[in-house]
């Protein structure tokens, strides 16, 4: 989902651009029909566009390193000298004096949604209470409703109200009826009462506003237009309007107004016909393609979006190479029974006859093994761009999907470069991101919590995972002096605190447990809690 100021933005760029559009090319130059339809898929098209995700776009792998250095939370508090129980109380205490911005603009904005909402329901509860207190005689498309409040004519949805007089003029009032008929013909009251909604739940759009007052001119244009088609004379029609010029009508209504009568007059002796006017109409279709494309349109699922992303990107025929690491024998590797120096190991890989790109590596290692030794063969998998995993001990059957980026500043296909440490920063707020940390006595701090046990820490991950939502970044750092197996059973509870909070959210939404969901249900869960772990490698203090 967009973040909400990126889709207000979105929806008063798509509003602005469809509104120019229609000003310059359709405007007074196409069938008053077909503006007013415009107008309205417009307002209606610039709320929905900007909110689609339609996977329609090339994957394309993006590989974003979250920094470990100058990261707030524990691991980065211990690095400065300061103790993880230290750091996490300051950090807690900031967040909790910050002023509530968030709050305080969504309250104005429902605020002011809530006084516009209020108008509307008054001004339709006023309609309906004059028309209660009105003269009612039906008719076969519309009601009359006469009363001697109505000093102006005008009509809304199918009843037209009409000043109560004991002598009206007779041809005078057939116009007037014609006139009203023809809003009531084209629902005009729904088109402004659809767009007086989306007013009130997007007041801060200009655009909007804009089109209600070009609708209600489109809307007397084509009234007036099918008055004159009826037969009458259009100097008799324009008296008719004269005399009714000085009144009050509650807003929603089609109405015969005094500000209009100028531009309809002029618009009288023009009716917008022809050909060319449905090319202008044509041309249309390309801009909404490139706002959907622009606005509307996502990359296709299954792109890792950070390192240790569980979206494994599918391209072609992939291939598994067996990797197996040997505590006692740490300058060596097996690769399928093939024996390496970990110091040629991506000059190996490279040498395969193969794309290393759709290679997925299954490490395996010896439980004590340290995570220095390790490191060492991930940094040689990274200089080969083999960077899909699956860790696993020795005869385990499943392990832990992981995707590493490539080394800092490695240039990739299709003009993509992978971020620096500092360039990340910029992108991840800190309250977003949770440190895990394992010291070289194979400790584990969660934020500033200690746990002896990876599982220990699960309740406090999730309850994080909550409440950022797809926000959320886990910095997972281990020292090098740390095992193999303290690794990969902190890798597997965070695995499973990501599996049971999205199992939590498959049953709030649909109703079932996320094993059970297709695929498109499955794939938004997933969207909206990525797996985004940041991993890191580091010398601690014995």
């Known amino acids: 989902m967009k973040p909400a100021g990126i ?147 005008f009509s809304f949805w199918r009843t037209i109200f009409l000043r109560q007089e004991e002598q009206p003029d007779g041809n005078q009032r057939a116009m007037i009826v014609a006139h009203e008929a023809a809003h009531i013909r084209h629902r005009h009251s729904r088109d402004k009462v659809t767009l007086g909604v989306l007013k009130a739940l997007f007041w801060f759009n200009p655009f909007f506003w804009m089109m209600e007052r070009m609708l209600s001119e489109v809307q007397e244009y084509e009234a007036d237009d099918d008055v004159l088609r009826a037969g009458y004379n259009v100097d008799s029609y324009r008296l008719a309007i004269f005399k009714q010029l000085f009144g009050y009508y509650p807003d929603l209504t089609s109405g015969l107004s005094h500000s209009l009568t100028k531009k309809r007059f002029t618009m009288m002796n023009q009716a917008p016909r022809g050909f060319l006017s449905w090319l202008r109409l044509g041309a249309a279709l390309p801009l909404f393609a490139g706002l959907l494309v622009a606005f509307g349109a996502t990359a296709r699922p299954s792109t890792p979006d950070m390192q240790g992303s569980d979206q494994v990107q ?31 190991l991506a000059t190996y890989l490279n040498g395969l006859n193969t794309e ?67 360039e990340a920063l910029k992108t991840v707020q800190r309250e977003n991101i949770c440190v895990i940390r394992v010291n070289s006595r194979e400790k584990i701090y969660a934020g500033s919590e200690k746990f002896d046990n990876a599982n220990d820490f699960i309740p406090t991950l999730k309850d994080f995972l909550r409440e950022r939502g797809g926000k959320a970044v886990i910095s997972y750092q281990a020292d090098l002096g ?50 985004n772990v940041s991993e890191a490698l580091r010398a601690g203090k014995k």
Request: glycine share 6%; net charge positive; with cysteine.
């Open 7 to 153: 889709y207000i933005l979105e929806v008063i760029v798509c509003s602005g651009l469809l509104l120019a559009f229609y000003q310059f090319l359709l405007a007074r130059k196409v069938p008053y029909r077909a503006c007013r339809r415009f107008l309205l898929a417009s307002a209606l098209l610039s709320v929905v566009i900007p909110a689609l995700r339609l996977p329609i776009l090339p994957a394309q792998t993006v590989y974003l390193q979250i920094p470990v250095a100058g990261v707030a939370g524990a691991a980065g508090a211990e690095s400065a000298g300061v103790s993880p129980a230290a750091a996490a109380p300051a950090a807690a205490s900031a967040a909790a004096t910050a002023f509530p911005w968030q709050g305080v603009l969504l309250a104005l904005y429902a605020g002011i949604v809530l006084l516009l909402l209020s108008v509307l329901i008054r001004n339709l509860r006023r309609i309906n209470n004059l028309r209660k207190a009105s003269r009612l005689t039906p008719q076969p498309e519309y009601t009359l409703a006469e009363h001697p409040r109505v000093v102006s004519p």
């Open 314 to 344: 599918q391209q072609g025929d992939s291939k598994t190479i067996n990797l197996v690491v040997n505590a006692y024998a740490p300058g060596m590797v097996l690769v399928d029974g093939t024996s390496v120096e970990v110091e040629n």
């Open 356 to 422: 290393t790109s759709l290679v997925t590596v299954s490490l395996q290692a010896d439980p004590d093994t340290k995570m220095e030794v390790v490191d060492k063969v991930k940094e040689q998998l990274r200089k080969a761009l083999t960077l899909r995993l699956t860790y696993k001990l020795p005869g385990a059957e499943e392990g832990v999907r992981r995707s590493m980026p490539p080394m800092a500043g490695t240039q990739l296909p299709g003009g993509l470069k992978v971020m620096t440490s500092e």
């Open 482 to 531: 740390s095992s193999y197996a303290c690794y990969l059973s902190v890798q597997k509870a965070i695995k499973q605190a990501y599996a049971e909070v999205r199992d939590e959210m498959a049953r709030s939404r649909y109703g079932k447990p996320l094993a059970e969901l297709d695929a498109e249900a499955y794939q938004a869960i997933l969207q909206d809690l990525p797996m």
